[in-house]
């Protein structure tokens, strides 16, 4: 392979393993925008670390492995009072992570299907709640409902949409 | 407790995810990672849950069916990239510099944060344009899901056609292509470029109207959608009013229509040019323009100089011959298939084969093609129509609505196998698209189908549990709308000497993936199975269970062994249409 050829296999593996990388390192640190920061962090790595890619070895468990450093140099970095698995939980977590995030395209299609079946007012609050990342608190008055209702619906739909999505991924 | 520490572990991670669980709950929720396994592995399952919500809760379809904003949805990385392209604001300018331009987004922000470093660097503008490819196959699978929800479809697609091309291949006779030159199908659109038919006859209708017929050996250069230039060969163009103003140019004399019919033929530097209908006006090298009218025909010698001579109209194949060419093109292709088919009906490692050729119209019954005769193996026609297949000599079967189906009873037990079918997709409308759906998906039972993202998709169950049900083998995306209508050749193999599952369209492989050791199962069985659709009598929910295909089939073969590529690929030779 050429020098370009190899950059540019090197940015598609890249490219392909951003869900992955996310999900691993989302799954870690449980908040998105710190979550995207290290996901950033760790692109920036693989990248000048890019020489160090064996040709022909599977990307995405270096890409993990990497992703593992940045997310324990981020906790320790940020420590107890901002995160809430310190590094020895990131250690014991991680293999099964990684393991879990190798399915995250079939979930992603099996999700899909479930968020297709919900009501209008059950996607809204998924809405509210994981894009824009709004408090229970301001869900609840957004939609002129009590706190602990709205807190005690989402943790229902979480669970139904988790359990829906494990018996698609099931089904061929 | 097992159970209550789940309970507690899901209510404190839910209030620490919202920022209002104090200390003592901070505490509590990380003794019980530490202490309980369970809860590690909820923990693990959760977060990764939440991760794939975050990344795909936006995939079109909550949005749609909100009517919330989109931009407030974005947050996966991918998300951008799709929201980026489809707006346009990723260019890939012609200089081959992509730049991005568009604020407060991830893509831009890893781009800029990268340019930082690598400023200058020709690595940075190759990995946008790497990334920008690899968007357009991300945004098309999610534009395949918006599709499905929103009225206003396929923009992208009729932006990109468009763009790509200048002319459609209509028709084809016994071509051969010129080994240099790229290769087309009837349908293809035809990019600015080099057409070059080593034999056959090809039908080119350009996008402002003019229909041009070349006729091999030649080479036409297709410059854009009014002009082309013959290099060498023949040509005949049917140039209706509206097309007027279509041009040939032959070295540097043009030939402008003025809306008829007329040929050209190439000849060492020796153009002929004879006008059947209306009129043309020549544009010579030296500026003069001179008007040759219906029954009239000029040479240009390669000297420059101009001559009137004979009208040959006979020379020059018109939309009549081809029709007859193509007749007799369809017929010997019929027979050449039908041939082939004789041969695979003996062949001992079919399992079960619909030729669909020896059928009545009237009859519900599907009948195996397999030699010798087993009745066993015919197929009940459910709900779904026959209709005409690739060739007018014989049938094919229609699948139109949920509840049209083949049901057929395969018994035995089988290791390696091969699927292929030829289908016309007329569109993907289920989130799965049944090929050949076994009823219980028991352990080593194989589904074979598409998905709404134009994917192919083959599993073999395994077993019940989390994740260790089946392993699934995607292809990437084959189809768009652009290919509605098509007959189109998909082979599937699984291989149990390789644990492979390869996918094939059109004779060629479109993916190869080795399926883990802990997923692999090596002994495979059908029993009852529906061909179009899915029959689970035993699914509760019973929208799910409607999986029916959206078009039609012709020719269903089920092999024992995986074949080879080249008998893949035979297949597909010995039965295009």
Not at chain 1, 16 to 28: A, K, N, V
Not at chain 1, 39 to 68: H, M, Y
Not at chain 2, 46 to 61: E, M, N, P, S, T
Not at chain 2, 434 to 453: A, K, M, N
Request: aromatic content about 8%.
């Amino acid at each position: 392979m050429s020098d370009t050829e190899q950059t540019e296999f090197f940015v598609q593996q890249l490219a392909e393993c951003q869900g992955r990388l996310f999900g691993y390192i989302y799954s870690m640190l449980g908040e998105h925008s710190r979550a995207m920061d290290v996901v950033q962090e760790t692109n920036l790595v693989l990248w000048r670390k890019k020489e160090d890619f064996r040709e022909g070895a599977p990307f995405v468990p270096w890409a993990l492995g990497i992703a593992r450093f940045q997310v324990l140099a981020h906790v320790r970095d940020q420590g107890r009072d901002r995160c809430l698995l310190d590094s020895e939980l990131v250690a014991a977590l991680s293999l099964q992570t990684e393991q879990q995030v190798d399915q995250l395209e079939s979930m992603r299609i099996a999700l899909r299907q479930c968020m297709s079946d919900l009501p209008r007012e059950k996607i809204e609050m998924i809405h509210l709640r994981y894009y824009r990342s709004m408090p229970i608190a301001e869900i609840a008055k957004a939609m002129g409902r009590r706190t602990d209702a709205v807190k005690v619906a989402l943790l229902r739909l979480r669970r139904v949409l988790a359990d829906c999505m494990q018996r698609r991924m099931l089904e061929g | 407790m097992a159970l209550s520490e789940i309970e507690e572990f899901e209510r404190l991670l839910f209030d620490w995810e919202d920022g209002t669980l104090d200390t003592t709950g901070i505490g509590r929720l990380r003794d019980l990672l530490r202490q309980n396994p369970e809860v590690r592995q909820r923990y693990v399952e959760r977060q990764v849950f939440g991760a794939v919500l975050r990344l795909d809760a936006d995939a079109g379809i909550s949005a749609a069916t909100t009517g919330l904003s989109e931009t407030a949805a974005v947050c996966s990385p991918e998300r951008l990239h799709e929201t980026l392209t489809l707006t346009g604001t990723i260019d890939d300018k012609s200089d081959g510099i992509t730049t991005l331009h568009d604020s407060g987004n991830v893509v831009e922000g890893w781009n800029r944060r990268h340019t930082g470093i690598l400023l200058g660097a020709a690595a940075s503008i190759l990995l946008c344009v790497a990334l920008g490819r690899w968007l357009v196959v991300e945004s098309r699978l999610k534009s395949a899901v918006q599709n499905r929800v929103l009225a206003g479809t396929g923009q992208l697609e009729k932006q990109e056609a468009t763009s790509v091309g200048i002319a459609l291949v209509t028709r084809l006779v016994d071509v051969t292509w010129q080994e240099s030159e790229k290769q087309f199908m009837v349908g293809d659109p035809l990019p600015a470029g080099v057409v070059g038919l080593e034999s056959g006859v090809a039908q080119i209708e350009f996008f402002c109207g003019a229909t041009v017929i070349l006729e091999g050996p030649a080479r036409l250069m297709l410059e854009s959608s009014t002009v082309a230039r013959l290099q060498s060969g023949r040509l005949r163009a049917q140039v209706p009013p509206a097309a007027r103003g279509f041009q040939v140019h032959v070295d540097q004399l043009k030939v402008v229509d003025l809306g008829t019919e007329f040929g050209i033929e190439v000849n060492e530097g020796q153009a002929d040019v004879h006008v059947f209908d209306g009129e043309v006006e020549l544009h010579q090298p030296n500026g003069e323009q001179r008007l040759v009218v219906a029954g009239n025909a000029v040479t240009h010698a390669a000297s420059g100089v101009l001559e009137t001579s004979k009208l040959t109209p006979d020379k020059f194949l018109g939309l009549e011959g081809l029709d007859d060419r193509v007749r007799n093109q369809k017929q010997s292709r019929y027979e050449r298939w039908l041939e082939h088919s004789m041969e695979l009906r003996k062949d001992p490692r079919v399992i079960t084969y619909y030729s669909m050729e020896q059928d009545r119209y009237w009859k519900r019954k599907l009948a195996s093609s397999v030699i010798p005769g087993n009745r066993d193996l015919d197929g009940a026609i459910v709900g779904a129509k026959r209709v005409v297949g690739r060739w007018p000599q014989k049938s094919g079967i229609e699948f139109k609505r949920p509840g049209d189906r083949v049901r057929v009873n395969i018994p035995g037990q089988f290791g390696s196998l091969t699927f292929a079918c030829w289908v016309k997709i007329d569109s993907l409308d289920r989130w799965y698209n049944s090929l050949f759906l076994t009823d219980s998906y028991q352990r080593g039972e194989p589904h074979w189908q598409i998905l709404d993202t134009g994917q192919l998709f083959f599993s073999v169950r395994l077993g019940e549990g989390r994740g260790k049900g089946h392993h699934k083998v995607l292809s990437p995306p084959f189809w768009n709308a652009s290919m509605s209508g098509r007959w189109l050749h998909l082979a599937t193999t699984y291989d149990v000497e390789t644990k492979t599952t390869t996918h094939f369209l059109n004779g060629e492989k479109l993916h190869e993936e080795r399926i883990p050791d802990e997923l692999f199962v090596e002994q495979t069985r059908f029993g009852k199975a529906t061909i179009g659709n899915w029959s689970s009598p035993t699914r509760p929910e019973a929208d799910f269970a409607i999986r029916n295909l959206n078009g039609s089939m012709d020719e269903f073969v089920l092999f024992h062994g995986a074949l080879t590529n080249h008998e893949i690929r035979n297949l597909f030779v010995q039965g295009s249409p």
